[in-house]
């Protein structure tokens, strides 16, 4: 080999390694896709006659979006900032508290209720954690006792214990444990009792030590337990009974919150519940066993959902499974929803009551179909291994293909950077099924040059160089 060749050798084989151990940047979301899905919740809003609606999508690929419509308070937009009440999605914080303290030895799913508390009129201390979790207890939700509104309304500003809710509002059981499905919101009011009881602390620090500080959501708080800072949204509710909204934001929350703690009380803003959404999806606070209990789901009808898991909802879009929860209280409708296919994740917050079921399936629906063409599984076939093939055709004017393939589920990231090391399109970032994926590279706005592609998944990496010609 001469001088000359040997030299060239060494910068490629550099400039691999330099691809190989560098970090990608920010993605950047295509502007048209965003005017859609803009132009998607301002029709969710006109169309179901909403005060305002706020949201945030992750598409892998794409990177972060965020939309807002409508107004918070009168004379006051609402903005990407505004935090909401969350409601019944507290229910999904709890169960992964719960698996988590099942992985740390703590507790067993399979515990009777009588380990951990003591007995209550009309709840039998046979059910199990689990029955609870996925609401097959047969326990009759408070929120269903015909005095208890009367018990709230009458006084806002009193300060209701669990104890109190679960020994003075809960009547005869729906159905004998473990034989059918009913919604209860006392379920989880048992099950933070039962958190609190283990960690000696209340909901409100396990949120923020577990959840909330480690993974970055500064716009996250637990009514009644802390105080709410930064712009809140104002709820709206009819409050005459004339079929129109009020802003309801002037009335105390302690008596409401407080009676509802355990199957209610998180307040985040879009952006918040999209981090909670791919930590929980993608890995990062289960173990993969617990992960399984979590989404092992019994039949449940509700609206756009047709499973229950551990805390967790089954929603049915157009045929594709998702998950996450909804929740509903007092003038704040939420939901969180992540596609595991192609790892995508949806949050909308509405400031005044309404069904967000077929609103949020709605809403996933237009985020699939109309993102850009991305990657395609083009083979369902478990491959023996890991693999990135060369792209084709190369030389290449302006599109081409770049095929890998995957043995197992994995967390995958595909980039381009330029000949300097410069990234010039992070195409990929997210989980995929196993199989055989392509994409169709266009480089219409780039100069001719060498290119290399990056493909890291799990702990493989492998990078190729490609070349286009104008």
Not at 19 to 39: I, V
Not at 280 to 292: C, D, I, P, V, Y
């Amino acid at each position: 080999m001469s001088k000359k060749s040997l030299g060239l050798y060494i910068v490629q084989l550099l400039i691999i390694l330099f691809f190989l151990f560098k970090d990608s940047d920010a993605q950047t979301f295509d502007t048209a896709y965003a005017r859609k899905l803009q132009d998607a919740i301002n029709t969710l809003r006109s169309n179901n006659s909403l005060v305002g609606i706020s949201a945030a999508v992750y598409v892998p690929g794409q990177g972060l979006w965020q939309g807002v419509s409508g107004i918070s308070s009168a004379g006051q937009n609402l903005t990407p900032n505004h935090a909401f009440l969350t409601g019944s999605i507290m229910k999904n914080f709890v169960a992964v508290m719960i698996l988590q303290l099942e992985e740390a030895d703590s507790l067993s799913i399979d515990d009777p209720l009588y380990k951990w508390l003591p007995r209550y009129n009309n709840i039998d201390s046979n059910i199990t954690i689990k029955q609870l979790l996925n609401h097959t207890s047969g326990i009759y939700s408070f929120t269903d006792h015909p005095s208890f509104s009367t018990a709230i309304t009458s006084n806002w500003n009193r300060y209701w214990t669990p104890e109190e809710v679960v020994s003075q509002y809960v009547l005869a059981p729906y159905f004998n444990p473990g034989t059918s499905w009913r919604y209860s919101n006392t379920n989880f009011v048992l099950l933070g009792m039962i958190i609190s009881k283990i960690t000696g602390t209340n909901l409100a620090e396990q949120l923020r030590s577990r959840f909330y500080t480690p993974l970055g959501m500064n716009r996250s708080f637990f009514e009644p337990q802390d105080t709410v800072s930064g712009p809140y949204a104002h709820n709206w509710v009819d409050l005459n009974g004339d079929g129109v909204p009020e802003d309801a934001f002037f009335i105390p929350r302690t008596a409401l919150f407080s009676s509802t703690i355990g199957s209610s009380g998180v307040v985040a803003n879009p952006e918040n519940l999209i981090r909670w959404s791919r930590a929980l999806f993608e890995g990062s606070l289960l173990t993969q066993a617990s992960m399984n209990k979590l989404i092992s789901f019994v039949p449940a009808a509700l609206s756009g959902v047709n499973g229950y898991g551990l805390g967790t909802f089954r929603y049915n879009v157009m045929g594709r499974p998702c998950y996450g929860h909804g929740g509903n209280l007092f003038g704040y409708s939420c939901m969180y929803m992540y596609y595991p296919v192609d790892s995508i994740s949806i949050s909308l917050m509405i400031n005044q009551d309404a069904d967000t079921g077929p609103i949020s399936v709605n809403f996933m629906n237009k985020v699939i179909t109309l993102r850009p063409v991305g990657i395609q599984n083009i083979s369902a076939e478990n491959p023996a291994g890991y693999d990135l093939q060369q792209n084709f055709p190369n030389p290449f004017n302006p599109e081409t293909s770049i095929n890998f393939s995957l043995p197992k589920q994995s967390s995958v990231r595909l980039s381009v950077y330029n000949s300097i090391g410069v990234l010039a399109q992070n195409i990929f970032e997210g989980k995929l099924q196993s199989g055989t994926y392509s994409y169709k590279w266009n480089a219409a706005g780039f100069p001719s040059g060498v290119y290399f592609y990056k493909l890291e998944a799990d702990n493989f990496l492998s990078v190729k160089k490609m070349t286009l010609l104008k």
